[in-house]
């Protein structure tokens, strides 16, 4: 070949594009839609992706390669194009979804000194995130102080949001802040001619591109419209005695709590929350919680007040019925004003759920009845009840009508024993050994009690497990490695929610699958077993 | 053709070409993954097919399969024979068949004829390339499907121009079996080292090249492969460009910038210690998983409730979409061994254990072969065994293809042939159906299957339409509809903001991603809710797994009813205005 014939003119090397998208998003029409403004350009372009159900909502990533020069001047030389990305040879990296983004990093796919990064701020959560009980989200502002240090130079805005404003799918928007950024070398009207051809939802897709295009151009890139959504702070009614008596600092959560529990029961309930709290200010106090912002005073506030509405047959029927509750579920299915809104509630109430509103007494009754002829499991019935019809929400409506009837019930009368004695702990142990962390960390206990169910006769097992064992028992004195000690076995009943407490002491999570080609534990056994015999590599060893 | 995927690509890694190549005499083509290149080898493929009287595999990795580029096109040519153009005669050659004494005929004739002359075709058509390099002292033998990755490590050290022009000569072999002995050690000879880029192991073809020299007694020439190359997994840019910056440090060859070439490595390793310096954590994993609406996932969340009262079932799995189960949230299936094999390979393990095993096959699995493999043999060998078939009426995980027994709705074309009459012509005893969704039934079906008495294979058939394809139908009639102002009906699920208390059950059990999380509301509240999205179809898995466990009663069913009929507008009018007025009554209905 003729070396000279490649003049100073001509590109170095092919603009490397990485699109990071989940299955499904249209990272292949994007990736298509590059391919044809590239065509219109006459440049050489190449594109590949990972196919089929590797992708199925999945991480996944298509490949650009794009030569900057028009195919009618290389005298019919073709660039050659890798297929696959190689780590430090990207030029851009466009990712629909932060973590997306986060992974581009993590595969060192990001060059400081090379990469544009366009990427959507937005979060879609994985799978391992969501199992989590409580909040197992990977930490987002860690994530995207990351990639922004990573890149060369960052677009990062929320385009989940700006596509759902212009009615566009995300991957126009991905396309039109790409274009915005000025890294890829194609010009707009080539890339919007590209949506043009694509035909189908071009349209859509066109103000998706154009509301890119002028966020990428006109933010220069730094603007950021994805916060974790602040939290709507509600109206609260403010009670005269948080104010007295309790420091600033507990009057958001107090206040809170107090306008809470008079909406599940009434004032007097109210009035026993404060009572309750009383105490625990005295100890926080003493303790000299004052200086960390009566940390233990909020936390036992926020965890009682939830405690204290428990959410049994009577809450749920309230919930249900609320004017409040029917606005919010039309607007969330995205209702118009005449559409018609069937709505069927999935409900299941079974002994448990009829135990607890009964007395104590006739509830242990049915219990020991039902036990008798083995009726526990057939008493459950499973109900679809339609509160937008008139029998259903009258007959929710009916039960929420129960609520001055509930201290009466079984299941108030169990909760407000285990509160007291959840209550009693903080307070035994906080004013005997002067300790807010250890108060703190039983305090925290009270969040293994929740749900419904199941998840709530495991939560409670769990809860008096730790009680039993770790809190009362009294076998740890010191402060500090009891404090570990409850907090490891919180942990590990966070971790591990379905399962009823293990009967030992160890709460140790599932150790998950052996691999039989991992080698066997480092035990001497093994040696011992296998000494006589050669070394025999990677064969398994048989037990 | 055959796809190779020696990496992340799909399910499995296949690396089996080679060695079947080899072993079965099949020439092996892998050409340069340009689309000019691949369709030239095509054409070339079967002249050589033609010239040697053996079969051709062309073999494409997988990114190679997915690649947009352009190429020139040549005239068709009418064939010799066809549909329109019959044959007149049948052929009868009892030379072909495979009996003796032909098979060892053809044995001798295999390697005395067919093998010579098909390394004379690849020599004389010059189907493996030659680029020479000004460099005389190193080369590069490299696998025509990996030219482009090798290019590329060779412009990040300075070594080709865009066009792939290199002082480095390369050889590049389109052909990767039979190898041509004089052109390798044409190439080798007066080298000092030459680097093999070989994909997959063992490393056939740099074996190959080490007995070559060593009987042609050409014993300076030091050939480096996977001493610098990773021995197995997929030749990513980044491997190619650590083995090839390594080559180049051992062998040091002039003219090359060395400093560069160490750049290159440096900057690949103090780019990871970035990497893990700026994100301490590792990044959640995102595998591929169930669809929103899957009619598979609402099995597995049954059999994940039922091994809550029976412990932990041996699992067999199949291949399909259904492979997913092995992920989380359902984390079940103790082995998977082949498409449709699901039920054969339980067979040896099921006496083993005290409680009955459970196999799992789709449809399409059942098509393929394992109505005979599995269900045919189970039955005839009355083995005790329970068997969820996943009737989605698709070959749903390669691109929804039909099947034999996929809905045809009556519509011309191939005829459903219905699976249940096989399966009782086959001598099933026990038979259900039920409808995947319904998970409880599922649950009260599956506990039925592993206690009854009776012995023999008991086959449950999960009924339920893959929801890709449905929804791919329903909205275009959906979208009809409305155009003409016709009563339409959608169906979505919700969750109550305040009552999800955030213990995740419900993801645990059914893993939608259409179930996600959102900031929770409640001032009280830290954790997030759980909220469902509006990719929802309205399948109703949510609500079912909600029933049938127990969980919780924050799920609801929404149907909205669009361009309803004026009574039922009517009627609707004054429900809400009785539910409102007795809501306003209430000081808490508004609050």
């Known amino acids: 070949m003729n070396q000279e014939m490649q003049g100073p003119l001509l590109p170095q090397r092919p603009v490397t594009i990485l699109i990071a998208a989940l299955g499904g998003e249209g990272g292949g029409m994007f990736a298509d839609w590059l391919v044809a403004a590239a065509m219109d350009c006459d440049y050489p372009v190449q594109s590949t992706s990972i196919p089929g159900v590797s992708q199925r909502t999945g991480a996944t990533t298509y490949y650009v390669e794009i030569y900057p020069a028009p195919a009618a001047q290389l005298d019919g030389r073709m660039p050659v194009m890798a297929l696959t990305p190689t780590a430090g040879a990207i030029d851009v990296v466009a990712a629909s979804e932060l973590i997306e983004a986060g992974r581009a990093l993590q595969n060192a796919y990001l060059d400081a000194d090379r990469t544009t990064l366009v990427a959507s701020t937005h979060r879609v959560y994985a799978v391992a995130e969501k199992v989590t009980p409580g909040d197992g989200r990977a930490d987002s502002e860690k994530v995207l102080a990351a990639v922004r240090a990573g890149a060369r130079h960052a677009v990062l805005f929320d385009m989940a949001q700006v596509a759902r404003k212009n009615g566009s799918m995300i991957n126009a928007v991905l396309f039109g802040a790409l274009a915005g950024s000025g890294a890829l070398p194609l010009p707009r009207d080539a890339c919007e001619q590209a949506i043009r051809n694509a035909g189908k939802g071009a349209e859509a897709s066109l103000r998706g591109f154009a509301a890119g295009y002028q966020h990428a151009e006109h933010a220069g890139g730094n603007e950021e419209i994805a916060t974790p959504a602040s939290q709507a702070v509600r109206d609260v009614v403010p009670v005269a005695r948080v104010h007295l008596k309790f420091p600033v600092e507990t009057h958001a959560v107090l206040d809170a709590g107090v306008a809470r529990l008079t909406d599940y029961q009434d004032t007097a309930y109210a009035t026993l929350y404060l009572d309750r709290m009383e105490p625990i200010l005295a100890l926080d106090r003493e303790a000299g919680g004052a200086a960390g912002g009566y940390k233990l005073t909020r936390e036992t506030g926020r965890q009682l007040a939830l405690w204290m509405t428990f959410e049994d047959l009577i809450r749920v029927a309230d919930l249900k019925t609320r004017k409040t509750r029917f606005e919010r579920v039309r607007k969330e299915v995205g209702a118009g004003p005449d559409d018609m809104v069937v709505v069927t509630e999935y409900l299941k109430p079974g002994l448990d759920e009829f135990c607890s509103i009964l007395p104590p007494r006739a509830a242990q009754r049915l219990r020991q009845w039902a036990e008798k002829h083995g009726k526990e499991e057939s008493l459950s019935t499973a109900l679809h009840v339609k509160t937008s019809s008139l029998f259903g929400f009258l007959l929710l409506r009916g039960l929420s009508c129960l609520r001055p009837w509930r201290r009466h019930t079984s299941r108030y009368h169990a909760e407000q024993a285990l509160i007291g004695r959840w209550l009693g702990a903080i307070k035994r142990l906080g004013f005997a050994v002067q300790d807010v962390e250890l108060a703190l960390e039983i305090a925290e206990c009270a969040r293994l009690v929740k749900g419904y169910g199941d998840t709530h006769h495991n939560g409670v097992a769990q809860f008096e497990r730790i009680f039993d064992t770790i809190i009362e028992s009294g076998t740890e004195s010191d402060p500090k490695k009891l404090r570990e000690a409850i907090s490891r076995a919180r942990s590990a009943a966070l971790a591990n929610p379905d399962a009823a407490p293990a009967p030992q002491n160890s709460m140790s999570a599932d150790p998950g699958k052996k691999m039989f080609w991992a080698p066997r534990a480092s035990a001497g056994k093994t040696a011992e077993k296998t000494a006589g015999e050669p070394a025999c590599g990677s064969a398994p060893v048989s037990r | ?591």
């Open chain 2, 1 to 591: 053709m055959l796809g190779e995927d020696y990496g992340e690509g799909a399910s499995i890694i296949q690396e089996r070409s080679h060695a079947i190549a080899m072993k079965s005499q099949i020439w092996l083509l892998d050409p340069r993954p340009n689309l000019t290149s691949i369709v030239d080898m095509v054409e070339k493929g079967f002249q050589l097919s033609e010239a040697s009287n053996t079969p051709v595999m062309l073999e494409l990795r997988i990114r190679a399969c997915h690649v947009h580029g352009s190429f020139e096109c040549k005239d068709n040519r009418a064939p010799k024979f066809s549909r329109k153009n019959h044959l007149k005669q049948p052929v009868f050659n009892f030379g072909v068949i495979p009996l003796p004494p032909s098979i060892y005929a053809q044995e001798k004739h295999k390697v005395e004829a067919r093998l010579p002359a098909a390394v004379k075709f690849v020599r004389e058509q010059h189907l493996n390339e030659l680029f020479e390099g000004a460099n005389r002292e190193v080369g590069i033998v490299l696998q025509g499907g990996l030219y482009n990755t090798v290019i590329r490590a060779l412009q990040e050290v300075g070594l080709a121009d865009a066009f792939g022009v290199s002082p480095i000569p390369l050889y590049v072999l389109n052909v990767t079996y039979p190898l041509v002995p004089e052109e390798l050690t044409r190439f080798c000879s007066s080298k000092r080292a030459v680097l093999v880029v070989e994909e997959g192991q063992p490393a056939f073809i740099e074996e190959a090249i080490n007995a070559i020299l060593r009987r042609a007694d050409m014993n300076d020439t030091f050939i480096i492969g996977k001493e610098v190359l990773p021995v197995a997994g997929e030749y990513t840019g980044e491997a190619v460009l650590q083995g090839i910056a390594q080559f180049l440090q051992l062998s040091v060859p002039d003219g090359v910038d060395h400093w560069q070439v160490a750049q290159a490595r440096d900057s690949m390793g103090s780019r990871k210690k970035k990497v893990g310096d700026l994100l301490n954590e590792p990044i959640p994993p995102r595998p591929p998983g169930f669809c929103v609406g899957c009619p598979e996932r609402p099995v597995f969340s049954a059999l994940k409730l039922l091994q809550k009262d029976t412990g932990k079932i041996h699992i067999s799995a199949d291949i399909g979409c259904h492979t997913f189960s092995t992920l989380a949230p359902f984390s079940m299936g103790s082995t998977v061994v082949g498409y449709g094999l699901g039920l054969a390979s339980s067979a040896g393990v099921a006496p083993m254990f005290d409680q009955r095993v459970v196999s799992i096959m789709g449809d399409g699995g059942f098509w393929h072969q394992g109505v005979t493999t599995g269900i045919a043999n189970a039955v005839f060998r009355n083995d005790d065994s329970v068997l969820v078939i996943m009737k989605n009426g698709y070959s749903s995980a390669t691109g929804a293809q039909q099947i034999p027994s996929t809905a045809t709705g009556g519509a011309p074309g191939p005829a459903e042939i219905d699976m249940q009459a096989v399966l009782l012509a086959i001598g099933v005893k026990w038979l259900r159906t039920v409808r995947s969704y319904d998970v409880g039934d599922m649950l009260v079906t599956l506990r039925e299957a592993l206690d009854t008495p009776q012995k023999g294979l008991k086959i449950i058939i999960a009924d339920g339409e893959c929801q890709l394809e449905r929804q791919r139908r329903v909205r275009a009639e959906a979208a009809k509809k409305l155009a003409l102002m016709q009563p339409t009906v959608r169906t979505r699920f919700g969750i109550d903001e305040d009552m999800c208390t955030g213990d995740r059950s419900c993801i645990r059990l059914s893993g939608c991603p259409s179930l996600t999380l959102k900031e929770n509301p409640d001032p009280l509240r830290d954790d997030p809710v759980t909220t469902v999205n509006d990719s929802c179809v309205g399948c109703g898995t949510c609500g079912e797994v909600a029933h049938a466990a127990t969980l919780c009663p924050s799920f609801y069913k929404a149907e909205i009813k669009q361009n309803a009929s004026r009574f039922d507008r009517l009627l609707d009018r004054t429900r809400r205005a009785i539910i409102g007025s007795l809501q306003g009554k209430s000081a808490r209905g508004t609050s």
